[in-house]
């Protein structure tokens, strides 16, 4: 079975500032999807709300060591503000899937997992 990250960019802003009824009806919309996984075979092991990105620490690689900064990796209104790792077998199945959140997330990136021997 293939193993798929989906990460979930968002403006983070949005979320923030976003009514509770808007909360609420978002967090449906990811309820719906976790049921149609299921549903239809695919399997979620895991998945995260994550914490805004000003809760982030970057650790680079700098000429003579490490930087380690606050914040995200990279200056951009959106951010990863969650994830779901799947596994499945029906890789088209799943980006059908994946529609069902595009009501409550504006883009989603399907990412394969690189599985080690």
């Not at 000003?54 to 503000?81: D, H, N």
Request: overall charge negative; charged content about 25%; some cysteine.
């Amino acid at each position: 079975m293939a193993r798929y990250i989906i990460l979930l960019p968002q403006d983070e802003a949005h979320w923030e500032t976003a009514t509770a009824e808007a909360k609420a009806e978002g967090y449906e919309r990811h309820a719906k999807f976790a049921a149609l996984l299921a549903e239809r075979g695919h399997r979620i092991t895991s998945g995260a709300e994550l914490a805004h990105s000003r809760e982030a620490t970057t650790l680079r690689r700098v000429p003579g060591g490490v930087s380690v900064t606050q914040g995200p990796f990279a200056e951009t209104v959106e951010q990863v503000s969650g994830y779901y790792s799947v596994e499945t077998d029906d890789f088209d199945d799943l980006v059908e899937c994946c529609r069902t959140l595009l009501g409550a997330e504006p883009a989603l990136e399907i990412r394969p997992v690189v599985m080690q021997p």
